[in-house]
């Protein structure tokens, strides 16, 4: 399969803790973006990394590239109850389409 | 802050029926996007649309699915006689170029085929 497949596949933790979201894939990218999605709602997007990029940042998230490892990691520090949604890695294997994973569902316990 | 909007927000209707699912994209963005997601599913590419015509569709995107920039500003997908299987959440993107913008997407169409 070509998709990004995430890791874990749910995730609980309490409020204030870090949470650490890991997607693998098999080919060569050209980015990797993140996506957040509240239950029902459209994606929202959070980060994208470009394929010569190791880390990007952006408040409390921070996404790490390992292209040698085909992996991408999402870090939620200081999580916050409004965090709780599913995260999807979505790669860009060309030009435009998305391949997206079946994405982790965080839940963040007050 | 811009953003993709789309409606309707809910769609149902009889199978072999047609539908048209109606976006705006953000004004300055060139490059539109439609996806779909299966309840419980992933969330999976349809097709991407450039300078008016498709530049990439994926196998889901057959014959009885149809794009369109009417005018300046919408942005739809036709599915000419839907089917029991076509009941999904339809998602609308944009971006500013290809490659290495983000792709931003709207709140959905949850279309429900009887």
């Known amino acids: 399969s070509q998709q990004g497949e995430e890791d874990p596949q749910a995730l609980s933790i309490q409020e204030g803790e870090n949470a650490t979201m890991n997607c693998s894939y098999k080919?060569?990218?050209?980015?990797l973006q993140w996506y957040r999605q509240n239950s029902g709602r459209g994606l929202v997007h959070l980060i994208l990394?470009?394929?010569?990029?190791r880390e990007k940042h952006s408040g409390r998230l921070r996404v790490t590239l390992d292209t040698s490892k085909k992996s991408s990691s999402l870090l939620i520090t200081a999580s916050r109850a409004a965090d709780t949604a599913s995260y999807f890695c979505?790669?860009?294997?060309?030009?435009?389409?998305?391949?997206f994973g079946q994405g982790t569902r965080l839940t963040i316990n007050p | 802050e811009p953003e993709v909007t789309q409606t309707p927000s809910h769609q149902v209707t009889q199978m072999g029926q047609e539908v048209i699912l109606r976006c705006v994209p953000i004004?300055?963005?060139?490059?539109f996007y439609w996806y779909r997601q299966i309840l419980g599913q992933k969330v999976e590419f349809l097709v991407s649309?450039?300078?008016?015509?498709?530049?990439?569709k994926s196998e889901i995107f057959d014959d009885q699915f149809s794009v369109e920039r009417p005018d300046g500003s919408n942005f739809t997908l036709k599915i000419r006689s839907t089917k029991l299987e076509d009941s999904a959440m339809y998602f609308c993107?944009?971006?500013?170029?290809?490659?290495?913008?983000?792709?931003?997407f709207g709140p959905g169409t949850r279309l429900t085929v009887l």
């Open positions: 993107a944009s971006s500013r170029t290809s490659g290495e913008s983000p792709q931003f």
């Open positions: 080919t060569s990218i050209n980015n």
């Open positions: 004004s300055n963005h060139l490059y």
């Open positions: 990394i470009r394929s010569n990029e």
């Open positions: 649309f450039y300078n008016n015509e498709i530049s990439e």
């Open positions: 979505a790669r860009g294997p060309g030009a435009q389409k998305l391949v």
